[in-house]
């Protein structure tokens, strides 16, 4: 069985000592290659795991990144292959220009400047931006500077792409553009998002938070949109926004088989 990508076991994290966790004891995994969606309402904790993934806050609990179990001496290998977006890209993007900042991903690896460029030149032709390759950062639209982030974290061709709200922003063609365009990527994905449209045409399972806990977790989208529903207040019409989403969007393909028993607990870890 190959090693997960990702995998929280009884992970906890409290911003704040001695005030209620906005995570409380999680545990999942994300195959390598697997494309899971983290669904939830605002503030039930999606970000807190993204951060948490790449060691930005402190946590209780275990949490593996392709076979390294994060602490201080793990987070420069573990940050090397992971690309993480978070949900406002102007904080990711530093250089002067497009190509610059995509290509920086690369030269922090040690790649020579020239291969960074061109390799940084190719991703921006696959994502659609190749004519703004020279273009500074500042007059980009709110989703191409999303683009560019997503550049910027695909570079690499890291094993682990964690997204906070990809979509966020984005116009309906824009949504599908980028559902296609992660669909193509071979990455093991974890994405935070609230777009259902967007978690069912990329992803095969379905993580469900809800003050900090993980209240699902599956493939069959159906469960998920019902309990959406009876979030949303709408237990006297069962089924009716639900069905008239699933019914737009594809079917999921074929669960890909499930990672196998976590290692041992652990104790706290605090990068
Ligand atoms: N920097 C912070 N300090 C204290 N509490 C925070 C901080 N960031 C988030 N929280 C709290 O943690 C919980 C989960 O937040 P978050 O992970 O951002 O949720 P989501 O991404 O699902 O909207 C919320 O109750 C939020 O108020
Ligand atoms: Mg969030």
Sequence with gaps: MNEAALRFR?????????????????????AAGERVALLGLNGSGKTTVLLTAVGLLAHRGEIVVGGLRLARRTLAPIRERVGFVGNVPEDQLLLPTVVEDVALALLRRGVAPAAALERATATLTTLGLAAHAETPVHRLSHGQKQRVALAGALVSEPPLLLLDEPSAGLDPPGQR??????????????????DLELAARLCTRFLVLDHGRLVFDGADLDMVLRRWALDEGEVGRPGRAPQGLAARIPAPRAPIEAVGPAGHLSEDAAP
Excluded: C, E, K, N
Aim: aromatic share 6%; proline share 5%.
């Design 10 to 30: 009884d992970v906890t994290v409290r911003y704040t000592p001695g005030q209620a966790p906005s995570l409380i004891d999680a545990s999942f995994a994300v």
């Design 177 to 194: 553009a980028l559902a296609r365009l992660l669909a193509a990527v071979d990455a093991a994905m974890l994405v935070a998002t609230h």
